[in-house]
């Protein structure tokens, strides 16, 4: 797994600009869980060929209340899932009582922490970081610009060499023997009813492997086969942490969904029927949207409710699901059993969609006819052209079209384009992405 790098700091000293700068690459998948965590922002990030995650924990602000109240919450948690800990400070505004109240903190903690002084353009970097050894760290600061990108690349490289640059084939390798078939990752709120799903699955299915040590942080994946299929579980709740007692209040752990979000296939999102939709739902669905995998939603612990708080749910679904609604929904109880094998159709189609290719000259075709019903706008005296596509991707599939002023392809005509694309070519379970492209 990728190392993981948390931002701590107070408000101010350029955390979420630091942020910005270390998840900067092209396909880096940020996690905005505004609410769900307070201020927690994750990231990825590549350099030198390491791969890494960057949390932003928000601000810690040290106020008179304690660092102990502010930092009991994300912040610290950040601090305990993060190998790295950046520890940022201003070095315009120079040493104040809150950084040496943070510095406390993470020697009590006994965290290995850098400390990185930041705004340190416009006047001698030396100088600036000079009144910082106050804070007895172990290590010398570090001085960047995090708004210039300042000393940012090589400041990373410096502390992530202790990290083994991954070995492609070796994880390769590894990747095929982990990941077999479809990769399923069951993930949802705590208590929703996860490992219940994962035991109930696995109960009934026959498991090829299934010990495998993992650390606690780590999603452990659990191939097993079914009609024929070879599938890979991807389980955040820990079925065999579960069974150790002291384990069970393990915390929710975000950098566990976000791992088995990227890892899987198809995400299997488990909503529970007593407690209704709620805002951090919304918000892990949204992710899984934004990461591009294939869906399907679990509406879980459905024995034992009244008709009218079922229709309840159902209408909650319809009304508030909707930014989702190519995923299939499932009505189901995982204690019982009831509804889950009805699962597995909705996960091979949302696969086997997610998965597909398509012939350049059929997605030609489609664009040729999706223009012919409704030619694009005219912009600037001339009308968009849309030439012919290909595809980019898969998993989620992504359709590239090229042709002229693409820049300027209204919102609505993009909709129509991917509403026709999905319903020409039969995706189901997936988002689909379309890049545009213009020129020559
Ligand atoms: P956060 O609250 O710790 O996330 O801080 P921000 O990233 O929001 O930065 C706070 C302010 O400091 C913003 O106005 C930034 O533009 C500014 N800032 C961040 N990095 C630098 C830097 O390297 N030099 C200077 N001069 N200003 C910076
Ligand atoms: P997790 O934290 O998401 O892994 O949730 P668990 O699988 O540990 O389940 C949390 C609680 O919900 C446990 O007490 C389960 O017995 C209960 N539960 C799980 N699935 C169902 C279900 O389908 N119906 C009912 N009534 N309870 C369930």
């Not at 350099?47 to 919450?73: C, F, H, L, Q, R």
């Not at 940012?152 to 070796?170: D, G, K, R, Y």
């Not at 995400?267 to 669905?285: K, P, W």
């Not at 597995?344 to 998965?355: D, E, R």
Request: aromatic share 6%; proline share 4%; net charge neutral.
């Amino acid at each position: 797994m990728n190392p993981v790098i948390a931002l701590v700091g107070r408000p101010n000293v350029g955390k979420s600009t630091l942020f910005n700068r270390l998840t900067r690459s092209r396909d880096a998948l940020v996690a905005d869980f505004a609410g769900l965590t307070r201020d927690r922002k994750y990231g990825e990030g590549k350099v030198g060929g390491k791969p890494y995650i960057v949390i932003d924990t928000g601000g810690i602000s040290g106020d008179e209340n304690g660092i102990d109240s502010a930092m009991a919450g994300q912040s610290l948690l950040a601090i305990e899932e993060a190998d790295i800990v950046l520890f940022l400070v201003d070095g315009r505004a120079g040493l104040t009582v809150a950084d040496q109240m943070i510095a406390q903190h993470l020697r009590e903690k006994g965290k290995d922490a850098w400390l990185i002084v930041n705004k340190t353009d416009g006047a001698d970097p030396d100088v600036i970081v000079a009144e910082f050894y106050a804070l007895g760290m172990e290590r010398s600061p570090i001085a960047i610009a995090a708004a210039h990108g300042r000393n940012v690349t090589a400041m990373i490289q410096h502390i992530l060499e202790p990290f083994p640059e991954p070995n492609e084939e070796e994880d390769e390798l590894h990747d095929q023997l982990k990941h077999k078939g479809v990769r399923i990752g069951v993930i949802g709120r705590p208590n929703v009813g996860k490992s219940t799903l994962v035991n109930r699955i696995l109960g009934e299915e026959r498991v090829v492997v299934y010990d495998q040590p993992g650390t606690t942080r780590d999603a452990i994946s659990i191939p097993f086969e079914r009609d024929g299929q070879e599938y890979t579980l991807i389980d955040t709740a820990g079925i065999r942490r579960r069974k150790n007692v002291t384990e069970i209040a393990e915390k929710f752990s975000i950098i566990k969904t976000l791992e088995a979000v990227r890892e899987c296939n198809v995400a299997v999102m488990v909503i529970d029927a007593r407690t209704g939709i709620v805002e951090q739902d919304l918000h892990l669905l949204d992710f899984v949207l934004q990461s591009g995998r294939a869906l399907v939603i679990a509406v879980n612990k459905w024995d034992g409710l009244d008709v009218d708080v079922k229709d309840k749910i159902k209408e909650d679904v319809d009304r508030r699901l909707g930014f989702v609604n190519y995923a299939d929904v499932h009505f189901i109880s995982a204690l019982h059993g009831t509804g889950v094998g009805h699962l597995y159709k909705s996960i091979n189609n949302a696969f086997k969609s997610a998965m597909s290719h398509w012939q350049t000259n059929r997605l030609t075709t489609i664009l040729e006819d999706v223009v012919k019903e409704h030619q694009p706008p005219i912009v600037r005296g001339r009308r968009i052209k849309l030439r012919y596509a290909h595809q980019g991707g898969k998993n989620p599939p992504i359709i590239v079209v090229h042709g002229s002023q693409t820049d300027s392809i209204p919102e609505s005509y993009k909709r129509y384009l991917t509403n026709t694309f999905r319903k020409v070519l039969k995706v189901k379970g997936t988002p689909i992405r379309f890049e545009f492209r213009s020129g020559h």
